[in-house]
């Protein structure tokens, strides 16, 4: 296995260095938000460490760990003059990023899927690969963004605290929020691990005494959820909990003082620019989500035998999807905002999903309601092997992460839709194979439009080009 490792991370890094090279000879200079990245990073690398533009809206991680890795590279190599902190060296930490976040994946699957020994040591290799070909992800190893370094230390910090290293996943989650300020809402998902594997045990105690044998399933009556989050709520309110809840959880608790307190003298979670960065309920953020994940996840999410059970999970439960049905409609009602930035730009894929599918009438984001409603049952569906205070935990982050972001942006998708990926159960090979060919198709029209499809704006001479 460890051979099979080396020579896929190895096969991949090749890869990705040929895209990196053929890209930075067609795109020399920065390109979209690298305007603001890059002059940012060469300020800093000739030490002007207070000079700041106010465009840029996350904090400095990018730019210090860059600094951190050139400066060394370019004394240790002799390099001298422009290369040092140019766009193409800047970029190149991505690729770094991008190589460490191959390895990440794979240590995640293996400890996430550790009691499964069924899984062979050729599908977490697939699954490995496949994942770091993610398409979102994969194509910005290539530019010089925040979110190979967002990931990269997010995932680190997941897989310290599956390891029971709790004072460095605080640390290394310290390093995501210094890359991506939302990042934050992921060390409190590391702290609800803890919480929700205490909550897990307490309730399976709880039961034993009433001489149960088997833990309600989310497939359980509404009364039943009642009975789990009226158990969740004693068990929190507990002084004595509390206090072993805290005992193991204090890093991340100092982590999220230290957030408030950054919130609190910053006037808010955006740096620089807010006009454009603004919070609010944007409640169809979530099945944006949904729908992005059953698209990307389709050989797991869209089956016959997925599409039969819930029909007839339909026809057992009509009422409550009647709720849900009329909940969801009022939330596409109230709660749709369309930021400026998607109507305006069309460089990016989201501006054709919009223009294409949600303009074309009034009433189709009502009618795509239905498709939600699959979504987010097929999505559950697929999470039923975790405990119920698990799933709980990660949909209270994945309300946090995406409802208040007013823009359309599939990049804000990449964490929750990973950690809902390592948490899965492996499928079947051909299922994988399939992801993995799909993964394939997008990344090659993707990188075929960004370079060769190329157009300009009436009044402008640059050259503009289609991305994520």
Avoid at 18 to 25: E, K, T, Y
Avoid at 114 to 122: R, T
Avoid at 166 to 182: D, E, I, P, V
Avoid at 319 to 344: D, E, G, N, P, R
Wanted: charged share 15%.
């Amino acid at each position: 296995e460890a051979h099979g490792f080396a020579a896929a991370m190895s096969g991949a890094f090749l890869l990705s260095c040929l895209l990196f090279a053929a890209i930075n000879r067609r795109q020399r200079g920065p390109y979209m938000d690298e305007a603001f990245h890059v002059p940012q990073a060469q300020a800093y690398c000739h030490g002007r460490f207070l000079q700041w533009d106010p465009m840029i809206t996350t904090l400095p991680g990018l730019y210090l760990v860059s600094v951190g890795v050139v400066k060394p590279a370019a004394w240790l190599f002799g390099w001298t003059g422009s290369v040092v902190c140019s766009a193409g060296m800047l970029r190149f930490i991505n690729l770094l990023f991008s190589a460490g976040n191959f390895y990440l994946l794979y240590l995640l699957l293996f400890k996430i899927h550790q009691k499964n020994k069924a899984v062979s040591a050729f599908q977490r290799i697939l699954s490995t690969l496949t994942l770091a070909m993610f398409p979102t992800l994969y194509f910005f190893t290539f530019l010089y963004y925040t979110d190979q370094g967002s990931v990269f230390f997010t995932l680190f910090a997941y897989l310290m605290c599956l390891y029971g290293n709790h004072k460095t996943s605080a640390l290394l989650g310290f390093c995501g929020f210094m890359f991506r300020q939302t990042n934050i809402v992921w060390a409190v998902f590391c702290a609800g691990n803890v919480v929700a594997e205490k909550l897990n045990e307490a309730w399976k105690t709880e039961l034993q005494k009433k001489k149960d044998e088997k833990i309600p399933s989310r497939k359980g009556s509404f009364s039943d959820l009642i009975r789990i989050l009226q158990f969740v709520i004693e068990y929190l309110i507990s002084p004595k909990n509390l206090v072993t809840l805290t005992a193991l959880t204090w890093p991340y608790i100092i982590l999220v003082t230290v957030f408030f307190g950054f919130v609190f003298i910053n006037g808010g979670i955006v740096v620089g620019d807010r006009s454009s960065h603004e919070a609010c309920l944007h409640f169809p953020q979530l099945f944006y989500f949904l729908s992005f994940t059953v698209f990307f996840s389709f050989p797991h999410l869209l089956t016959p035998t997925k599409i039969r059970k819930f029909l007839l999970s339909l026809q057992k439960h009509p009422v409550q999807y009647s709720l849900i049905t009329i909940i969801s409609l009022f939330l596409v009602w109230k709660f749709t905002y369309v930021h400026k930035y998607l109507l305006a730009d069309n460089r990016h894929y989201t501006f054709y999903v919009w223009r294409k599918v949600f303009q074309r009438h009034e009433l189709v984001k009502y009618v795509l309601v239905p498709v939600y409603i699959f979504a987010g049952w097929s999505f559950a569906d697929t999470l039923k092997s975790k405990s119920i205070f698990w799933i709980l935990m990660y949909f209270v982050c994945l309300l946090a992460v995406t409802v208040p972001q007013k823009l359309l942006e599939f990049r804000y998708f990449i964490l929750p839709f990973l950690i809902y990926r390592l948490n899965i159960p492996f499928p079947s090979l051909y299922r994988q194979l399939l992801e993995m060919a799909f993964y394939i198709v997008v990344n090659a029209v993707t990188f075929y439009l960004f370079l060769n499809r190329t157009f300009q704006w009436p009044n402008s001479d640059e050259i503009q080009r289609f991305m994520w």
